[in-house]
């Protein structure tokens, strides 16, 4: 069974600070990890997805995370908020490959003050 | 290319009643999940469908029913609404399993 725990309900941040957004996982399995941004009214969208390749993945919009399986963790990270950065972030799991079903953390509504 | 269509985008239903939620993901993808979002229980998995098979189902009473057509297209159904049904569904598409999914907007669905 897989789990995921997102740290903080709540991020707020300073336009151009550090993004630092927590994750940890649990798995029976060696896990496929996924951060998913999602704006009011829409949708979901992959921001980065790890699936045992390099420890360290690079998603879109300038975010990265990195895979730590001694802390089974998954933090997503940008060096520089920007305005547009303002989202709620979902962390996920899946337990192997070919494995549709995706387990959510409860998500972390990031805030920028300009 | 188009992305995942869903329909109805909101729908207001009585207690009792029964709904279908329709979800046409991206030409070409074969394969389809819903999920429930609510602001207590967060995203939760219902259904994933691939070539009109269900593969999965997540932990929701039997109310809670879909297929999925030749065509790919997929609907959801609920029937004997509750209160507590009232969330975000949201329909998301890949190539086929475990491939990236791609996330329709959702349809809000408001019970009273």
New interface residues.
């Given amino acids: 069974a897989q789990s995921v725990t997102q740290l903080g309900s709540h991020v707020s941040v300073s336009e151009g600070a550090l993004v630092l957004l927590r994750c940890n996982y649990s798995s029976s399995v060696p896990p496929y990890l996924f951060w998913?941004v999602q704006y009011p009214?829409?949708?979901?969208?992959?921001l980065l997805?790890y699936t045992s390749a390099a420890t360290l993945v690079k998603g879109i919009n300038g975010f990265e995370a990195e895979f730590k399986k001694s802390e089974t963790s998954f933090h997503l990270t940008k060096p520089s908020a920007h305005m547009s950065d303002a989202a709620e972030y979902?962390c996920?799991v899946?337990g192997?490959?070919?494995?549709?079903?995706?387990?959510?953390?409860?998500?972390t509504r990031l805030t920028i003050n300009p | 290319k188009a992305g995942v269509t869903q329909t109805p985008r909101y729908l207001i239903k009585t207690r009792g009643q029964q709904v279908t939620l329709s979800c046409s993901p991206i030409s070409g993808h074969r394969s389809v999940s819903w999920y429930q979002q609510t602001p207590g229980q967060g995203l939760q998995f219902l259904f994933e469908y691939f070539s009109e098979t269900q593969r999965n189902k997540g932990n929701f009473p039997g109310r809670f029913s879909g297929r999925q057509f030749s065509n790919s297209r997929s609907e959801m159904n609920v029937s004997t609404l509750e209160l507590g049904d009232s969330a975000l569904y949201l329909c998301a598409s890949s190539l086929a399993p475990g491939d990236e999914q791609f996330f329709g907007p959702g349809t809000r669905l408001t019970v009273l």
Avoid at chain 1, 41 to 46: A, I, K, T
Avoid at chain 1, 96 to 107: I, R, S, T, Y
Wanted: net charge positive; glycine share 18%; no cysteine.
């Fill in positions: 998913y009214n829409q949708g979901l969208q992959l997805k979902f996920a899946s192997f490959q070919g494995a549709q079903k995706l387990v959510f953390g409860q998500g």
